[in-house]
C-alpha cells in the first residue's frame, strides 16, 4: 500500500529546500518533512537564534526543535530507490554551470524551460504553468530560456524596450521614445526586426554565392596542380632524353635542368596550393558567418535580433574570385626548345645558351591574379568607393559632403561616444573594408596629410606609435607636404624623391600583397610601392598633420 501511495504521488518524498529525495528525513512540530541536512542549514542561516520556522508554513517554534530521523519515511524512500521510481523528470531537471535556471525556485534550482519577455523572469516546468492557466498570464511573450532578460531593460527608466530608435540606432522603451529620443523616427522593436530579417537573408543569399564561386575556383586551382605536375613531368623525361645524348660533356647540365625544373615546380604548385588553401578558409568562414545569421535569424526575442544583428549582419569585402584567370598552356614547353637547340650546337654553344635555358625556366609561372594597372584608365576600373566612418573620426576633424571630405577644425564637433573613435590623434579611417584590387585617390590641402592604410584593430586611445598611421606593424602610410614625401611603417621612416601633387592615388592589391602610391597630375607618377602579405581586411585613412592651417583631405568620386 505503502507503494501504491509513492505511485501516486512521488513528491512527497522529496525535500521543499533542495528538491531531491529525502535523505535522513526527519519531521518537525508543523508536520512538514525535510533532509536533516537541509532543514538542519535552514535554521543555522536564520537571523532569530531563538525562533525557528517551517520553510514552507512558516511557522515557528521556541526552542529549535530536536531532529529526529522519521524510520517510515526513510523505508518509503529506500523503496522508491528499489523500485526506480524517480520524481517527476522535470521536477529533478536541475540547472548546470552553462543552463538558464528558473528565477522562481529556492535551494537548489531547476532548470529554466521558458523566458517571459513581459515579466523578465525564467521558469521552470513547474513555475511556468501559471502561464498556462492564467487568462492575463496567457497572453505574455514566451522564449527560450534566456540569460540576458536584463539586457531588455532600459537602465534609465526601468522598463522593457520595445521600441526601436532608427535616428540613433538603439533599442528604447515607451518613456526614451517621448524624452530623449522625441521628434526620432521610432518603430515597434517587432518591425525592425521585420526589416532586418529581409536584410539578413539578403545577406545570407550573398554569402551562399560567395561560396559556390569560391569552390568553382578550388576547383579550377586543383585542375592546374594536375596540369602544372604533368607538364613537369613530361619536360623532365624530354630533356632527360636530349640531355643523355650529349653524354659525359652534358650529363652535368642535365641534372641542372632537372634541378631547376622541378624547384620551380614545387614554387608554381605551393604558390596554387597556398591560394587554393586561403579559399578554403574563407569558405569555412562564410559557412561560419551563415550558421550564425541562421542562429540569429530563428530568435524570438525580438530586442535579443536587435542588438545581436549589428554584429553579426555585418559582412566584409569579398576579394573578387574573377582574379584566379587559369590560361592552360603546356609548361616548360620552352625548355626542352631550348634545350633542342642547345643539342645541335654541341659543346661550342653550350656556355652561351645555358643562360637562356635558364631563364626560361625562371618564367614559367602560373597566372593567378589579374596583372597591376599600367595607365590611369586601367587604375580607375579598379576605382572603389570611400566615405569616411563618423565613429572613428577625431573631435577636431570635420565631415562633409557625404562624409567624403575632412577638414581640421578648432571647435571640437559633438560626436557621440563610440569605442572605435581617435581620441588624440587627428585621424579617421574609412567605412569601407579594403580586399581584392581597389584604387582610391585623395586631394589634400594645408601643411601636411599622412594617406593611410591600416587594420581595424589598430589602436585609438592614446597618444602613441600603437595609434599613430606609419608607427606600428597595423598601418602603412605616406606622408605628404611641401617637401619630399616620406613612406612610414612600423616607425620605419623611407625618405622618397619628391615633390608630390595635391591628389594621391592609392592602388590595393590585397591578395598579391602591394599598396602603390601615386602622384596624379596630367601623368601618374609612383612614389612609393610596398610588396607585403596583408593578413586582414584593410581601410583607408588619413591623419591631417595641423588642426591650425584648416587642412583638409577628399576623397572624390572617381569616374
Known amino acids: 500500500m505503502a507503494q501504491k501511495g509513492v505511485q501516486l504521488n512521488p513528491k512527497t518524498l522529496s ?29 543555522d542561516g536564520e537571523d532569530m537564534k531563538s525562533i525557528h520556522s517551517c520553510p514552507q508554513c512558516r511557522q515557528t517554534f521556541t526552542p529549535r526543535p530536536v531532529l529526529v530521523k522519521n524510520s517510515m519515511l526513510a523505508d518509503l524512500v529506500e523503496q522508491l530507490k528499489k523500485t526506480g521510481l524517480e520524481p517527476g523528470a522535470a521536477d529533478h531537471c536541475y540547472a548546470g554551470a552553462e543552463d538558464v535556471v528558473c528565477d522562481v525556485c529556492t535551494g537548489r534550482k531547476l532548470k529554466a524551460v521558458k523566458s517571459c519577455l513581459v515579466c523578465l523572469v525564467s521558469y521552470c516546468h513547474k513555475h511556468l504553468q501559471p502561464h498556462h492557466d492564467v487568462p492575463q498570464l496567457k497572453k505574455h511573450k514566451l522564449v527560450d530560456p534566456s540569460a540576458k532578460l536584463q539586457e531588455n531593460v532600459c537602465s534609465r527608466h526601468d522598463e522593457v524596450m520595445k521600441m526601436f530608435c532608427r535616428t540613433d540606432h538603439q533599442c528604447i522603451c515607451y518613456l526614451c521614445s517621448v524624452d530623449e529620443h522625441k521628434g526620432h523616427d521610432t518603430v515597434s522593436s517587432a518591425a525592425e526586426r521585420t526589416e532586418r530579417q529581409t536584410e539578413l537573408e539578403v545577406s545570407r543569399q550573398k554569402i551562399q554565392q560567395r561560396i559556390k564561386d569560391k569552390q568553382k575556383d578550388v576547383k579550377v586551382l586543383q585542375q592546374e596542380v594536375e596540369t602544372i605536375r604533368h607538364c613537369a613531368d613530361e619536360a623532365v623525361e624530354k630533356n632527360h632524353k636530349i640531355l643523355t645524348e650529349l653524354i659525359r660533356l652534358m650529363e652535368e647540365r642535365r641534372r641542372d635542368v632537372e634541378k631547376q625544373i622541378r624547384s620551380k615546380e614545387e614554387t608554381e604548385v605551393s604558390r596554387v596550393k597556398e591560394l587554393e588553401l586561403k579559399l578554403e578558409q574563407e569558405i569555412t568562414e562564410l559557412r561560419r558567418k551563415d550558421a550564425e545569421m541562421d542562429k540569429l535569424s530563428h530568435t524570438h526575442d525580438h530586442i535579443q535580433f536587435l542588438l545581436q544583428y549589428p554584429s553579426v549582419s555585418k559582412l ?50 602560373v597566372s593567378l591574379i589579374n596583372p597591376e594597372p599600367q595607365t590611369r584608365a586601367e587604375f580607375l576600373k579598379c576605382s572603389c568607393k570611400i566615405t569616411l566612418d563618423p565613429n572613428t573620426v577625431n573631435e577636431h576633424l570635420s565631415l562633409s559632403e557625404e562624409n567624403r571630405r575632412v577638414t581640421c577644425v578648432i571647435q571640437k564637433q559633438n560626436y557621440p561616444p563610440h569605442p572605435d573613435r581617435f581620441l588624440f590623434l587627428y585621424q579617421v579611417l574609412s567605412s569601407e573594408s579594403l580586399t581584392g584590387q581597389c584604387y582610391w585617390e585623395v586631394e589634400w590641402s594645408g601643411r601636411g596629410v599622412e594617406v593611410a592604410v591600416a587594420y581595424k584593430d589598430i589602436k585609438r586611445k592614446e597618444i602613441s606609435d600603437e595609434c599613430t598611421f606609419g608607427h606600428n606593424d597595423k598601418s602603412w602610410a605616406l606622408c605628404c607636404n611641401k617637401n619630399a614625401p616620406v613612406f612610414r611603417y612600423n616607425s620605419v621612416s623611407s625618405s622618397l624623391s619628391g615633390p608630390v601633387s595635391s591628389r594621391i592615388g592609392v592602388y590595393l592589391d590585397h591578395t598579391a600583397g602591394i599598396l602603390s602610391f601615386y602622384s596624379v597630375s596630367e601623368t601618374m607618377t609612383l612614389i612609393h610601392r610596398v610588396q607585403t602579405t596583408f593578413t586582414e581586411p584593410l581601410y583607408a585613412g588619413v591623419w591631417l598633420l595641423y588642426r591650425k592651417d584648416g587642412s583638409t583631405a577628399h576623397f572624390p568620386k572617381l569616374q
Open 15 to 43: 525535500c521543499s529546500i533542495c528538491l531531491d529525495l529525502l535523505k535522513d528525513p526527519v519531521t518537525i512540530p508543523c508536520g512538514h518533512s525535510y533532509c536533516m541536512s537541509c532543514i538542519k542549514n535552514h535554521w
Open 316 to 365: 566584409s569585402e569579398d576579394p573578387d574570385s574573377s582574379n584566379i584567370d587559369i590560361h592552360p598552356r603546356s609548361y616548360f614547353e620552352d625548355v626542352t626548345t631550348a634545350v633542342s637547340e642547345l643539342r645541335d650546337k654541341l659543346q661550342h654553344s653550350l656556355t652561351e645558351e645555358w643562360t637562356n635555358i635558364s631563364l626560361r625556366i625562371t618564367e614559367t609561372q
